[in-house]
């Protein structure tokens, strides 16, 4: 019975019950040395967002994703989103430093940075999807699922 809030019969608060440490911290002496060898150091927030950013630049990210990030954007923007606040979002992980470079200076944002630039010819939209829907996503090398046996 771990109700907080309820009262005894003479009207006064019972006392809470001591929780316990969580299983992985048993047997766990925490000791000064342990948690200054845990203890990460301070940085500036600038370093730790340049960092992540030379990690994300060196992962590799399936074509079929950026191929549905695209459609998620041209959905979005068919729907009436700001395309400046898509702009920041937009950065993908290949040329993040044009596409910020694009987005601050005011050129077209129009331009997604994972389709191919159209020449000269005004693209038709594809169609609209569903997000509210379930959706399936799949991985691109996921195996197929065996054969049904009817």
């Known amino acids: ?15 809470r019950p001591v929780l316990r440490d969580p299983p992985w911290m048993e047997g766990v002496f925490v ?5 200054y060898r845990y203890k990460l150091d ?3 927030m600038a370093d730790i967002l340049q960092a992540d950013l030379k990690a994300l630049n060196k992962t590799h990210q399936p074509l079929l994703v950026n191929s549905q990030l695209t459609q998620l954007y041209e959905d979005m923007e068919e729907e009436g989103l700001s395309k400046d606040c898509l702009a920041v979002e937009r950065t993908p992980t290949t040329t993040p430093s044009h596409n910020l470079h694009q987005a601050s200076s005011g050129e077209d944002s129009n331009n997604h940075p ?11 939209k594809r ?10 996503m799949f991985e691109e090398n996921a195996p197929l699922p065996p054969p049904s046996s009817q």
């Open 127 to 136: 169609r609209s999807m569903e997000y509210s829907k379930l959706v399936m």
């Open 114 to 124: 994972f389709t191919q630039p159209s020449s000269g010819k005004v693209k038709k």
């Open 42 to 44: 301070e940085r500036i």
């Open 1 to 15: 019975d771990m109700a907080w809030d309820k009262t005894d019969a003479r009207g006064g608060k019972k006392a």
């Open 31 to 35: 000791n000064p040395d342990l948690v």
